[in-house]
């Protein structure tokens, strides 16, 4: 109950900041703090029944796997969505656009600077959560902590150069189709990003403080498997 009000005071906050109605700002604020602390109490009691109460038996675990299967599902199809509108525009562009795509008027981003860079980053984080992740399989704890951690600093990283690629960028969410479908496919992207880091952040204190094992490492697989 208090994640389902709290995502939609999110969302409703979001919609009046964005179209700029007093008092938004504050809304989204608040949503997004209770968003968190919903959040953080899930991840509480999820961690305590699996690791201190041994709740998660097999039964619960294929559970828990359906439920992230069925969440990343969602993903896919928000991402669809975003994609099918950009390759609806760009590839035959409206007369009220000129014509072109890019609109007239729009100077996109260098792909072959930040983008590029951005690109590999997720790519080495990959490889790299990938082999934290063997390592814990294989009951090396170093290389368990060493892969996500290097994870989590490519992450932050990427985070980081997508705020600049914003700063830098010469257009607005409301500069024709081509800046919505841009802020919003990146935006989203990004909104991925961040929640995977948190996800992969409480995989990487849980392995610090030993709750991990070979063969028990649920919630830490779901995180790899939604980055």
């Known amino acids: 109950i208090l994640v389902s009000f709290s995502l939609l005071s999110l969302t409703t906050g979001a919609v009046m900041y964005l179209q700029g109605y007093p008092n938004g700002g504050i809304l989204l604020t608040l949503g997004l703090i209770l968003t968190a602390s919903g959040m953080g109490l899930w ?8 690791t201190y109460e041994g709740h998660h038996t ?15 599902i969602s993903e896919v199809f928000a991402f669809f969505s975003v994609f099918w509108a950009f390759f609806h525009s760009s590839l035959s562009p409206a007369i009220e656009i000129g014509g072109v795509w890019p609109p007239l008027g729009i100077t996109p981003l260098d792909p072959f600077s930040i983008p590029l860079l951005n690109t590999f980053l ?11 992740h063997h390592a814990l399989i294989a009951g090396d704890r170093k290389g368990a902590i060493f ?3 290097i994870t989590i600093i490519l992450a932050i990283v990427f985070t980081v150069l997508q ?5 830098e960028a010469g257009f607005t969410i409301a500069d024709s189709v081509f800046g919505t479908v841009f802020f919003a496919s990146t935006g989203l992207h990004g909104l991925h990003v961040i929640v995977g880091t948190i996800f992969i952040t409480v995989g990487f204190i849980r ?4 709750h991990l094992t070979d063969t028990h490492h649920i919630g ?8």
């Open 220 to 227: 830490h697989e779901s995180g790899i498997l939604y980055w």
């Open 207 to 210: 392995i610090l403080n030993y």
């Open 58 to 72: 097999k039964q619960v675990q294929k559970g828990l796997i359906i439920g992230l299967v069925l969440f990343i």
């Open 163 to 167: 705020y600049i690629e914003y700063n």
């Open 122 to 132: 997720l790519l080495s984080s990959g490889a790299f959560v990938t082999y934290g």
């Open 147 to 149: 892969g996500t951690l």
């Open 43 to 50: 991840f509480r009691d999820v961690i305590t029944e699996g």
